[in-house]
């Protein structure tokens, strides 16, 4: 029996080491979110902003049954070239048993970034409760971010989702949802919804401190730190073609995101897409600057 392993790229452990800055990166956005090539010149762009904020990417993805934390130049364009499975909790261990590729989830992304210390990650917007379904349809996002201690950069839960719900259950799981810069959710590809956030932080430094008091109390849970995209669209445009892409859902489980989030793309003409890309890489060049923060000395926080 072959053993399952899970390897860092030097680069990042020699970061972690010493307590440089390092930001964890998922793949499916790269496997499952975009067509070839621009999957790979994505994948690539994010980690050059990581590098260009003086921070260490660590893109994390399955290859031939290895989890791999921080891929390489050969292996990031290996894993965005081939046929590759997604990777969540509910069956990492089958695909990595059976030697398979595989794009990593946020919550599988998270996992492996909590499992060698990592304390940022930034990805695009979080899985979370499907609206108006018989059956419960609930992201295991929100379970990982109640799990692993660190840091999430995100624009909001993903625009399809029942927001009110998915802020309940966050609540209920003890995950705080910051505003980076604003006393309202991020929506995702609206700006700003009406739904109020736990706390507003408005800097890195201030991002930092709260993740240290969260160490410092051991509460398990991550901060999830939701930015605003700069230029997104209206909540009026978004709610005609959500609507529309509602009432032709002939998917359910695992296939309804990805349909919806195609259909928007459909009907808004690229405008969602373009968004997507946007708001990826503005939450990745905040992430660099809280793990930057992270890794300046700090008086520490304690329990006397």
């Not at 680069?11 to 964890?24: C, H, M």
């Not at 909590?114 to 379904?133: D, S």
């Not at 399809?160 to 998915?166: C, D, E, H, S, V």
């Not at 006393?183 to 991002?207: C, H, K, M, N, Q």
Request: aromatic letters at 2%; hydrophobic letters at 50%; charged letters at 20%.
């Amino acid at each position: 029996m072959t053993p399952v392993t899970v390897r860092m790229h030097p680069p990042v452990e020699a970061a972690l080491k010493r307590g440089g800055p390092v930001v964890a990166l998922e793949s499916t956005v790269m496997t499952h979110g975009l067509p070839r090539p621009e999957n790979l010149r994505l994948a690539q762009e994010l980690e050059e902003l990581v590098r260009a904020g003086g921070g260490v990417p660590a893109t994390v993805g399955v290859l031939r049954g290895e989890l791999v934390i921080g891929l390489n130049a050969s292996e990031l364009e290996e894993l965005a070239n081939r046929l590759a499975h997604k990777a969540s909790l509910w069956n990492l261990a089958v695909l990595a048993a059976a030697g398979h590729n595989a794009g990593t989830t946020v919550a599988t992304t998270l996992h492996a970034a909590a499992m060698v210390g990592i304390k940022v990650f930034a990805t695009g917007g979080i899985g979370g409760v499907h609206p108006g379904l018989k059956v419960i349809d609930e992201s295991a996002d929100l379970h990982a971010l109640a799990g692993h201690r660190l840091v999430v950069v995100c624009a909001g839960a993903k625009s399809i989702l029942n927001i009110p719900a998915t802020l309940e259950r966050l609540e209920t799981l003890g995950v705080p949802v910051i505003g980076y810069r604003t006393d309202f959710l991020a929506g995702f590809y609206v700006p700003e919804t009406r739904y109020p956030v736990a706390a507003r932080l408005d800097s890195p430094e201030a991002i930092a401190q709260a993740l240290a008091a969260q160490e410092a109390l051991q509460l398990p849970a991550a901060l999830l730190v939701a930015k605003p995209v700069s230029e997104g669209l209206t909540a009026q445009q978004l709610e005609v073609w959500l609507a529309q892409a509602q009432r032709e859902i002939g998917v359910h489980g695992k296939d309804l995101t990805p349909y919806l989030l195609a259909r928007l793309a459909e009907l808004s003409a690229g405008r969602t897409v373009a968004i997507n890309l946007r708001l990826l890489k503005e939450n990745v060049m905040l992430a660099t600057e809280i793990a930057g923060a992270l890794a300046k000395p700090r008086r520490p926080l304690s329990v006397t």
